[in-house]
């Protein structure tokens, strides 16, 4: 079993900047954690990072065939990404939604997701600990 994190834009910046919405934990300690995970549930996984809606898409495609599930934290592309959401939705690959933050408890423009219909569910609210469930999520999904 293969379980593919996309993250979106600005996350590389996390932990360095404005800690009192996103917290300090840095994008590779998340990694980190999230290996130490896989590594005892005995699965792979790929983690990765682009500021770059395009490489985004092109991620979701490839994972056809090569990933069980993609938890994607999609950042500002949440908002506003067609382009996501329609390679999610042809890829076929199960897709878990998942944010830092509660998307429905700040500015009204964080509310809508262009890509939670093509999800299989979200979770959003726990900080670093959204990317641990969503991997929890992830192992749910596949086990018979
Ligand atoms: O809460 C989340 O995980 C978000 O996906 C984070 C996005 C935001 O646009 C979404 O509405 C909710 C922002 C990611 C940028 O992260 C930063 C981290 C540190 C410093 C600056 C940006």
């Keep these: ?3 593919l994190f996309l993250n979106g834009p600005n996350l590389n910046l996390l932990g360095q900047r404005q800690p009192e919405i996103y ?3 840095t994008l590779a300690d998340i990694e ?12 792979s996984v790929d983690f990765r990072q682009s500021n770059h809606e395009g490489e985004l898409v092109t991620w979701v ?5 090569n990933a069980s599930v993609i938890v994607v934290n999609a950042a500002a592309y ?14 076929g690959v199960p897709t878990i939604e998942i944010h830092l933050s509660n998307i429905h408890a700040r500015e009204e423009f964080r509310h809508r997701s262009m890509i939670a219909a093509v999800c299989r569910g979200q979770i959003a609210g726990f900080g670093e600990q959204s990317y641990y469930l969503g ?3 992830a192992l749910q999904l596949t086990s018979p």
């Design 32 to 43: 980190l954690k999230l290996r130490e995970m896989a590594a005892k549930a005995g699965v």
């Design 23 to 25: 917290g300090r934990t």
């Design 1 to 3: 079993m293969h379980i």
């Design 78 to 91: 949440t908002h506003t990404s067609v382009a996501l959401r329609d390679a999610i939705a042809a890829a």
């Design 61 to 65: 495609q490839e994972a056809r065939g």
């Design 135 to 137: 991997f929890q999520a």
